[in-house]
């Protein structure tokens, strides 16, 4: 049956003057029963003053029946000659019965906001997820000019433009906005989208969206751009204070309120870093600030120490090295308020309604330098997961740069070529070799030398061992060792072999010594050897500058040194350096000296190698026993330089953690190799490293076979981590580079470098090879544990 619209018009009086058969139906009063009687006698309930004041709303009248009906009206004054309102007419439609269908439900049970507009804006349906939003029912709704339903603001303003664009163009639009809503306590990020509504005839009757709520990704995003942030804010200059100021900047007030940087006393100074003790904790405020102006919440002035009870936030953040949370309504958080007010009694009134806080703590190289606060008072959302998250990120950043900053301070009133500050604290994680090392200065009174060693992990589970020597004695000769180690260790992480490692070694010390300076270039007359040891293969190559032999033991075998032929010292120039190659069984050890353990003004060289060689030769318990046995049999008792040891006991991977295949150049050969590298994967355990594999495999073996030149191999290591090297027969290397929005390539080794630990590339006899890392999954022993 056809729905038939209700027309009533009613005199300024209030009374009854016309009467629409679609009056009649809704509510079964004929014409006559009803024209010249007051409207307000056909009303079962008063009329809301929401509905009266926007002349438009839901109402219930009496039937003839004496039952109830719920109709939605909408009342339009009638003017007079002299623009005075002598009547209204009144227009309503019965209750909208329940759409049966599957479309109608979907529409009415969606989770995201749904709305249908006339052509005039005003609101023609709403399902329940939108009602919820607006705090009101769809009846309340229904028949009302959209700015009549919302606050005047320029989001609402905004709203109504884009539906009228709609109307106006035909044509849907989607846009973004972070705006509040009516039942809402706090402004939302919501994703819109609208489009138009047309009849059989195609005629635009309505405009219909959707409003996804987008905040959780909105918040997301504003924590990843503070995140980018920071990477240049802060740490602008090496200086403590000023880096706690920058981020206490960069959070307030976006992250937080109020915050506040406290750092331990020996951070500020000259000291060993301390101990976090494990009751109340001292911290000194260097940084805090305030989205009011003068930071008036602040209960500790810059400068002065605060004490922290065990179970402050702050201490807590300490103890456990995590972010802690309080929010309003916990013991805690309480104590920690009343604390504040307590200290300084002035800012109580700016710390009202003060509701979540988060501590977190400063640590850099697992190190503990302090605490950063975050407090949040108007902002209206309590710290959440995420925002510990962020929170804890940001401050491993920042915490990093505040030890730079320390480390700098402290470098400048210290000696800062110290030998000891220089050498090598902790070698690098690797498992080719297994490595114990002594150094010991001498003790002339020329001081200190420059004698220095080195361990550097390469790609394919490769190790670079270095040792090196510098002239002289004092500050001058342990800043140019510390120099040239930092030259070796950039040189060695382009992957070039020993021989012209050493040339390039030898030209950056040439170039010194020819800037025209007039001073004397320390690194002259430097000696130096670098050695590269590959636990697949089980080669060991070798170059040297001036520098020692070293000694090998094979296993059940005596120690001999290693026949080589060495260049001349760094800087001297006008001859080659020669590289030795020699393969190794696993267990042998590798002696790698400086002159200091076997050179002395009344001892005859000879003599002190055989000595060492014997030494060696002596079977030990551990490296670390071999060592001091070494330095027992062979060091002079009183050394007239200083001594530097690096023993290391070679290892090796064996086939059943190597995987190689030669590579057809065809491009269908690529999801073959995928799929072998898939199974080699599952055979070592490693199921859950496949799809990151999978990727680089093929970006990697793609661009050999398109870029390259054969042979090309594909190889796989399962070592402390998963390695995945492409060679080919070209030598041209490969360079990351940002493809623009239509390029249709360009994005494979950025896809690489995403997905993987690190990776690069190095040259070979043959070419090159392209290796990538990445770590192993948790659980997936590394080859040196299993």
């Known amino acids: 049956m056809e729905r038939v619209a209700a027309t009533v018009i009613i005199d300024a009086l209030g009374r009854v003057t016309g009467w629409s058969e679609g009056a009649r139906a809704l509510t079964g009063h004929r014409a006559q029963e009803v024209v010249g009687r007051p409207a307000a006698d056909l009303l079962a309930e008063a009329v809301p003053a929401r509905v009266l004041a926007a002349h438009a709303g839901a109402v219930t009248v009496r039937r003839a029946d004496g039952s109830r009906t719920r109709i939605t009206l909408t009342a339009c004054p009638v003017l007079g000659p002299d623009g005075e309102t002598t009547g209204h007419v009144l227009t309503a439609d019965p209750p909208r019965p329940a759409d049966p269908t599957l479309a109608g439900q979907a529409f009415q049970q969606a989770s995201m906001s749904m709305s249908v507009f006339d052509v005039q804006q005003r609101y023609l349906r709403s399902n329940a997820a939108a009602c919820q939003v607006m705090g009101v029912p769809e009846e309340a709704l229904i028949g009302r000019f959209f700015l009549d339903t919302v606050e005047e603001a320029p989001h609402s303003e905004g709203f109504l433009s884009h539906l009228r664009q709609v109307v106006e163009t035909g044509r849907p639009t989607r846009y973004e906005s972070f705006t509040g809503a009516p039942a809402l306590n706090r402004e939302h990020a919501w994703s819109i989208e609208m489009w138009p509504l047309r009849d059989a005839d195609g005629e635009l009757t309505a405009v219909a969206l959707a409003a996804f709520d987008s905040t959780d990704q909105y918040l997301a995003r504003l924590r990843l751009t503070l995140l980018n942030e920071a990477a240049t804010a802060i740490g602008t200059t090496l200086d403590v204070v000023r880096t706690a100021d920058e981020l206490v900047e960069l959070l307030v007030p976006r992250y937080a309120d109020f915050a506040s940087v406290d750092l331990l006393d020996w951070v500020l100074g000259d000291e060993e870093p301390l101990t976090v003790p494990e009751g109340d904790i001292s911290l000194r405020r260097v940084a805090h600030g305030s989205a009011t102006d003068g930071t008036p919440e602040a209960a500790v002035r810059l400068g002065e120490a605060e004490v922290h009870l065990a179970m402050s936030p702050p201490a807590r953040a300490l103890r456990e090295r995590r972010a802690v949370v309080a929010q309003a309504g916990e013991p805690e958080f309480h104590r920690w308020v009343d604390e504040r007010n307590a200290r300084a009694p002035e800012g109580r009134a700016h710390r009202t309604g003060v509701h979540s806080m988060i501590a977190v703590p400063l640590q850099a190289r697992g190190v503990l330098l302090g605490v950063v606060v ?36 402290r470098e400048r009133s210290t000696a800062l070529a110290l030998q000891h500050s220089l050498l090598p604290s902790g070698l690098p994680g690797q498992s080719a070799v297994e490595v114990a090392h002594r150094y010991l200065p001498s003790g002339s009174l020329a001081g200190i030398g420059g004698d220095w060693f080195d361990v550097i992990p390469l790609s394919g589970s490769r190790v670079g061992l270095v040792v090196g020597d510098v002239v002289g004695h004092g500050i001058r000769s342990s800043a140019t060792m510390g120099r040239l180690r930092t030259a070796v260790r950039t040189l060695a992480d382009v992957d070039l072999p020993p021989d012209e490692l050493l040339t390039h070694l030898d030209d950056l010390v040439t170039h010194l010594a020819a800037d025209g300076s007039g001073e004397e270039v320390a690194e002259l007359g430097a000696t130096c050897l670098y050695a590269v040891y590959d636990p697949v293969s089980r080669r060991l190559s070798l170059a040297a500058a001036g520098h020692l032999a070293p000694a090998v033991v094979l296993p059940g075998g005596r120690a001999e040194l290693i026949p080589m032929t060495a260049g001349p010292p760094l800087g001297v120039g006008g001859l080659p350096f020669e590289a030795a190659e020699l393969e190794l069984p696993e267990g042998a050890v590798v002696a790698f000296y400086t002159d200091g353990l076997i050179e002395d003004r009344e001892r005859d060289v000879d003599r002190a190698t055989e000595e060492l060689c014997g030494a060696l030769s002596v079977p030990a318990a551990s490296l670390e026993t071999l060592s001091d046995n070494v330095l027992k049999t062979v060091m002079p008792q009183q050394p007239s330089d200083d001594v530097a040891l690096l023993l290391v006991r070679t290892r090796a991977l064996g086939a059943d953690r190597v995987a190689t295949w030669d590579v057809p150049p065809d491009p269908a050969a690529v999801a073959r190799l995928r799929q072998a590298a898939t199974e080699q994967l599952a055979a070592w355990g490693l199921d859950e490293a496949a799809f990151v594999t999978e990727l680089v495999v093929s970006e990697l073996v793609t661009n050999a076979i398109r870029y390259g030149e054969p042979p090309v191999r ?73």
């Open 714 to 786: 594909l190889r796989l290591i399962r070592d402390r981590a998963l390695i995945c090297e492409v060679s080919d027969g070209s030598s041209t290397s490969p360079h990351l580079r940002r493809a623009h929005a239509y390029d249709e390539g360009g994005r494979g080794l950025l896809l690489v470098a995403q997905l993987t630990q690190r990776w690069g590339s190095r040259q070979t006899g043959s070419g090159k090879t392209i290796w990538a890392e990445q770590p192993l999954p948790d659980g997936a022993l590394p080859v040196a544990d299993e």
């Open 374 to 409: 975050g407090v949040r008072i108007r902002h209206p959302d309590e710290y959440t997961t995420d925002d510990i998250v962020f929170a804890e990120e940001l401050a491993s950043r920042a915490a990093v740069c505040i030890d730079n900053a320390r480390r700098f301070a």
